[in-house]
């Protein structure tokens, strides 16, 4: 098996823009250049939002988000912020409803980078990371499960990670303190996987960490740029491997509870996704362990 990991590696992540994603579309329809995370900062905060055929869930999310933050930018002018959707290659009208917030914040508020193809929730998060112009970058699912208020929950996590080493910490959103009522809600067989994934991810790759797979996660951007650019794997295992480099480079991570609750219509296949997940797992652990990947930093292009 660590043969087969070793050699089926792709040594390098996979950190190409295609023409087009080099680009925003403004709210007048004109092209702008996509700012890099390599730039220095404009805004406190950048939320990066991944949508795949998320026209029926986005709007709740933004609605909800947007509310926030204008509210929060009212009570102090000094706070700025931006809103990057992020379309993986949707086949529906994903981007269409994106511009339309927009059109009615502003490009400068919200922006949408629409991506040539699938690349995955890791890949898309990615890529509307590196096009980034936040201090902080908060990771935000389409579907809105977690309470955008709290954000301040993990904004006290990170403050409390305080000094940062190199100005890096990571603060994750946590679900586990809802694990026993969630159970009761689930089949057997899910709550089976569900178990057997979280000894994996304990035993194979992240010790500390409870819940690796909240989509509500706040980085500063020096750790954004660091473990983003490290990061190979595109699809949903993908938090997990961003933990495993955060805990190889000794990058603090807090781990924080938030409210959660579940939306109907997740992209997750309960088996087949747990069983890529499950290889995935395998594949992060050996592979850094064998060297067939490296903890290089590198550049968008």
């Not at 303190?177 to 009761?184: G, T, W």
């Not at 997940?277 to 990947?293: C, E, H, K, Q, S």
Request: aromatic share 10%; hydrophobic share 40%; net charge positive.
């Amino acid at each position: 098996i660590c043969m087969i990991a070793h050699v089926t590696a792709r040594k390098m992540p996979t950190l190409h823009r295609h023409e087009k994603e080099k680009f925003f579309v403004n709210a007048e329809g004109r092209k702008e250049s996509v700012p890099s995370i390599h730039d220095p900062p404009t805004r406190e905060l950048s939320v990066v939002v991944p949508s795949y055929n998320e026209e029926e869930r986005l709007p709740l999310m933004m609605d909800e988000a947007l509310d926030y933050l204008e509210k929060r930018q009212k009570r102090d002018p000094s706070f700025t912020y931006e809103v990057i959707v992020v379309d993986d290659g949707s086949k529906d009208q994903t981007t269409k409803v994106a511009m339309k917030y927009c059109k009615k914040y502003g490009s400068d508020k919200v922006r949408v980078l629409s991506l040539v193809k699938n690349r995955g929730k890791g890949g898309a998060v990615r890529m509307g990371v590196f096009s980034s112009r936040g201090k902080k970058i908060l990771m935000a699912d389409a579907d809105g499960a977690t309470k955008f208020a709290d954000i301040e929950k993990v904004e006290e996590g990170l403050k409390n990670l305080q000094p940062w080493p190199n100005q890096m910490a990571i603060s994750c959103g946590s679900r586990a303190h809802l694990e026993k009522d969630s159970i009761a809600k689930r089949s057997y067989f899910r709550t089976l996987l569900m178990y057997g994934f979280h000894f994996l991810v304990w035993f194979l790759c992240v010790k500390e960490i409870r819940d690796t797979q909240c989509g509500f996660k706040l980085l500063t951007r020096e750790a954004a740029s660091r473990t983003f650019s490290t990061l190979h794997i595109e699809r949903w295992a993908f938090d997990v491997e961003l933990l495993y480099i955060a805990q190889c480079l000794r990058i603090p991570i807090a781990e924080v509870a938030v409210n959660w609750t579940e939306i109907e219509g997740s992209k997750l296949v309960p088996f087949w996704s747990w069983l890529q997940m499950g290889r995935d797992l395998l594949f992060i652990r050996l592979r850094y362990m064998t060297g067939a990947w490296q903890l290089e930093t590198r550049k968008c292009n």
